[in-house]
């Protein structure tokens, strides 16, 4: 069963993804708030929201796994309720309720926004590339992988588990030597769509 660790984030924790949010809401700059924490935000970030490395140093300590010189965890945040968000979560909630052989091919979600999905916090995994020089990663200097074949062969297996792809080629990653997708808003079940509520509106 997916479980939404509402406990994971310290006081400090939930006052950054409440503070990055009202920034995005408001259109300020989240740089202050990015620098204060000494991090550097990830490329991409198209679809409305900001994704950026949860300091360890917000996550109490029993949530965090082996210590590693990278974040454990990232916080994907926007300043409205996001669909893009709202999929990801749902598509996690079904993977766990189906197995872990589904479970296994998505980066783990371990808490979230659960009343107007702004945000969530996932298992930071090592990104892989299709390109071996991606310019994305280089200029932001997040370690990456090449593969260029890992994409659609991560697509066949989840096809073969009856998942849909809208936008495998950039989003795969690798966690505890297993590819899994890492953005999984544009996947869906092929026999039972996930449908967005009214109220979260569709342009986002
Ligand atoms: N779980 C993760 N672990 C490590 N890095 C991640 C993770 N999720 C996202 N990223 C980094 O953030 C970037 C953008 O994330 P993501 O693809 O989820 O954003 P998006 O809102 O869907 O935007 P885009 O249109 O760029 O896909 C990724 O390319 C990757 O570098
Ligand atoms: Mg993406």
């Not at 991409?44 to 029993?62: A, H």
């Not at 974040?71 to 079904?94: D, Q, T």
Request: glycine share 8%.
């Amino acid at each position: 069963m997916s479980q939404n660790y509402s406990n994971l984030l310290t006081e400090e924790g939930k006052e950054f993804i409440e503070e990055l949010s009202t920034a995005l809401k408001n259109r300020d700059s989240i740089e202050p708030i990015v620098e204060e924490h000494g991090i550097t935000e990830f490329q991409g970030g198209s679809g409305g929201r900001e994704i950026l490395p949860l300091p360890d140093s917000l996550v109490k300590d029993d949530s965090l796994g082996e210590p590693d010189s990278e974040s454990y965890f990232v916080v994907k945040v926007s300043g409205e309720p996001l669909s893009h968000n709202y999929r990801e979560i749902k598509v996690w909630e079904k993977a766990c309720e189906l197995g872990w052989e589904h479970e296994s091919l998505f980066a783990p979600v371990h808490a979230w926004d659960e009343e107007e999905y702004k945000w969530l916090i996932m298992r930071r995994v090592t990104p892989i590339s299709p390109h071996r020089d991606d310019i994305a990663y280089l200029l932001s200097g997040q370690e990456f992988l090449y593969d260029p074949d890992a994409p659609a062969q991560l697509e066949e297996r989840l096809n073969e588990l009856g998942w849909t792809v809208e936008d495998v080629e950039m989003n795969v990653g690798v966690l505890d030597d297993g590819v899994c997708m890492m953005d999984y808003g544009g996947v869906d079940r092929n026999n039972n769509s996930i449908d967005i509520p009214d109220w979260m509106g569709s342009e986002n």
